[in-house]
């Protein structure tokens, strides 16, 4: 630890703040965390925090959710300006356009978009659970799923579902093409490649898993493999080397570089993260109707994502 991070630490004690990270976050953010984790893991854990101060190192939607599943809470985000293209591809008047030109329809939105967008959308999802999500969903309603068409192609072929999808992406995960994935395979052919669902059908296709932040963890640690080839954001490997420190991860490249990095997750440095503890600020404030309109699908997330079978549910 150096000297910045034991501030972080003496702070978060003196002012009862619990810090929560994504695991794309820099290594320095992710070691003074209390809880590290992928979208799904971080809203279970903003719900149940007692902190008085939830500081949140992710982008805006994710500090957006923790205020939304816990609104009594102080959240704070390092910078506020750390959106998500997916997030910007989904414009809140534009859906509520579609739902009025299609009326019923059933809308499965990944947590990747705006507090607006949750509130016009019947149940949220995240990579952890979006297969299980729309196996939920009453079998005689249509669904549109917004806004990544690379995670909704996927659900598609994993559940056999058609849904209409939005057509958003993640810039960072479609720069892996399926050329630069076969070079790196060549290079090390008995190194399982482990992708995420943001990544186009031609990559995913090379994959020997494809899965949420938090499951990569889970399948390398299971595997005996001692190489992986990892096709997502860059501070993912962060945690996977600290997790298990016996194995060697390689970054997936793109066609450009080896350097995945999300331009709005790296907006938040250490010294961010500091002074947003120090100086309780910027902090993040809602609506309160449009904080009660968006807890509802993804309260439902949270239920649905908790109970075990899986079985068609109305709303
Ligand atoms: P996870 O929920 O799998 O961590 O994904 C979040 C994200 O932003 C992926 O780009
Ligand atoms: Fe959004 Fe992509 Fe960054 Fe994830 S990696 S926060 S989906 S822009």
Redesign the pocket.
Known sequence: MNALQEEILALKKSKNAVILAHN?QVREIQEVADYVGDSLGLAYQAQASRAEIILFCG?HFMAETAKIVNPGKKVLLPDLNAG????ESCDAAELAAYKERHPGIYVVAYI?CTAEVKALSDVICTSGNAERMVQHVPADREILFVPDQNLGEWVMEKTGRKMRLWQGN????IEFTHESILRIRREYPNAPLVAHP?CTRPVRLLADEVCSTEKMVHYCRDNPAKEFIIAT?SGMLHRLRRELPDKIFIPGPTEKCACAD?R??KMNTLEKVHEALRDETPELFMAQDLREKAFIPLQRMLDWSRDTPVVAQAK
């Open positions: 794309y982008v998500c293209s997916l997030a990747n993640c810039y960072i995960h943001e954001e999300c709005y997750m």
